[in-house]
């Protein structure tokens, strides 16, 4: 899961994309790179790490120009240490073209092949995103024939990507010496937002991947780019738009709303801290029929992202509601490490418990999700050490059972702690008293109850339904065979932090 951003200034923007990555930056801690547009050149500069240890004053320096992009990267399983396949990525041909994806595309394979039989383009890295890139380049040029392009050659151009690629995409694109491109792929899997500000030196444009990039660079909100749609941006920041797609519909991941998004973005017209607050609410009704309420003191949430959960649970149930574990917020998130080791060992330098809000109690920990289970036996093993008498576990989301194949590089099928097991195997294997799951429809009725017009989500990690029609056993068993060659894409490390 990647953060991505363009803007369409009337002024200098280098720091303004840094600014927006920075608020993007739990989308992405493996890798940065910005690149801008000046005077017909695009200048670059992308690195492995955090934002701000990326970028130095000679970095910005070299980035002037009155356009650009940004991208926040995770690391995949098997992905290269080489910054080569940080973003953007850049072509020459046919126009000079930047490019940030954030997804995954479930046919790169094919797609790269065809590529080079039948397009003679040659990719030079295990990335989708750069075969994505290729995609919408080749087609650029058939579109325009080779030589100018216009709106109509643009918007029949991504047509042509959303009838090659499948898999989950948002696109933000400069096309040298003509704008900005942006669009979402017909399900709209993964989000992608427009912002606008009114300056003295005219209308300029933000997109990114969440609203919080926007409003916190100081941009109003536009809306959300429909899924299938595509937007064009001129040099003189004239917009416009088309639906590109012959049948979209919105199926945003569900596991945004869970996880991934920060509380104070609004996504597909949803508020990601209200529909937390909902899944909490939901989740109390669970707890109230597996439970019996009179053996839990106190509610706790495992900080951060299971708060709002955890504080409405709390109030619908008429519990204490206590923080017992404080975090360290200078370990990296324990998802992104290598190995169980090493990702065990950071569980304890990231969460510390507070004993006396343990001592003698009965506690209820409420929690995002559970993948392997890794961290939420360490953390029921952690509340016992402070004393705990009982410890029950809560589950902001269903089961994970399922690969995601849409840009959220799970572990495979058979680490996923829910395979196989039922609910009270599960949590004897987690050490709990008692465990509670949130049901998939309410955790789809909490977000549609934001945003009736959502009919549909893909929660495949959850059911093993994929949206796009193209994945069956035969895929997910070369994918767990060959976890080592995942494409490092605008993907995320592993699902959740918890394991």
């Known amino acids: 899961m990647c953060g991505i951003v363009g803007v369409a200034g009337a002024g200098p923007v280098n720091q303004l994309i840094y600014d927006s ?22 200048n670059m500069y992308k690195a492995h790490g955090l934002v701000r240890d990326v970028f130095r004053t000679r970095n910005m320096r070299s980035l002037p120009g009155a356009s650009g992009l940004g991208q926040v990267r995770y690391p ?3 992905s290269s240490e080489s910054v080569d396949e940080a973003q953007p990525f850049y072509v020459n041909a046919p126009f000079g073209i930047m490019f940030v994806h954030n997804g995954n595309l479930t046919n790169w394979r094919e797609l790269r092949e065809e590529l080079f039989r039948i397009d003679r383009r040659h990719i030079n890295t295990n990335s989708d995103s750069e075969v994505l890139l290729n995609v919408f380049a080749h087609e650029l040029q058939e579109a325009s024939h080779g030589s100018t392009l216009d709106d109509d050659a643009i918007f029949r151009a991504v047509s042509a990507v959303h009838r090659r690629a499948r898999g989950a995409y948002a696109v933000i694109s400069q096309i040298a010496s003509y704008g900005m491109v942006a ?10 937002c427009l912002g606008s500000m009114h300056t003295a030196k005219g209308k300029e444009w933000m997109i990114a991947s969440e609203s919080v990039a926007l409003t916190g660079c100081g941009y109003t909100l536009e809306r959300d780019i429909a899924p299938g749609e595509a937007i064009f941006i001129d040099l003189d920041g004239n917009l416009t738009s088309r639906q590109c797609a012959e049948a979209p519909m919105l199926t945003p991941c569900a596991f945004e709303y869970v996880y991934f998004a920060r509380p104070d973005s609004v996504m597909d017209k949803v508020s990601i801290y209200h529909a937390r607050l909902h899944m909490g609410e939901y989740l109390a009704d669970n707890v109230a029929k597996a439970l019996r309420l009179g053996d839990i003191d106190v509610v706790m949430p495992i900080p951060d992202s299971s708060r709002p959960s955890a504080m409405q649970l709390a109030s619908r149930l008429g519990l204490d509601y206590r923080e017992g574990f404080i975090k360290n917020r200078y370990i990296g998130r324990t998802f992104i490490m290598p190995g169980q ?10 969460l510390s418990a507070i004993d006396m809000e343990f001592r003698g109690k009965n506690v209820l920990l409420v929690d ?17 050490a402070a004393g705990a008498n009982k410890v029950f576990f809560a589950s902001a989301a269903p089961p994970v059972r399922f690969p995601n194949v849409y840009g959220i590089d799970m572990p495979t099928q058979a680490e996923l702690i829910a395979v196989g097991r039922d609910t009270g195997e599960i949590a004897q294997e987690i050490g709990a008293d008692g465990l509670v799951y949130q049901e ?9 109850d934001l945003n009736p017009h ?31 060659e995942r494409p490092a894409a605008g993907e995320m490390a592993t699902s959740g932090k918890q394991d």
């Open 183 to 192: 669009f979402r792929d017909p399900h709209g899997i993964r989000p992608l």
């Open 368 to 384: 995002d999700s559970i993948v392997r289970g890794t961290t939420s036996r360490e953390i029921v093993d952690m509340a016992r």
């Open 21 to 42: 990555l920075l608020l993007l930056q739990h989308r992405g801690q493996d890798a940065a790179g910005i690149s801008t547009s000046h005077e017909q050149f695009f």
């Open 76 to 78: 995949t399983a098997g």
């Open 454 to 484: 959502m009919q549909a989500f893909e929660s495949s990690c959850f059911n093993g339904q994929y949206v796009t029609g193209d994945i069956d056993d035969a895929y997910l068993e070369r994918l767990s065979r060959t976890r080592g």
């Open 440 to 448: 998939l429809g309410d955790l789809e009725q909490a977000i549609r």
């Open 341 to 350: 080791a090493v990702r065990k060992k950071s569980v304890r330098q990231k």
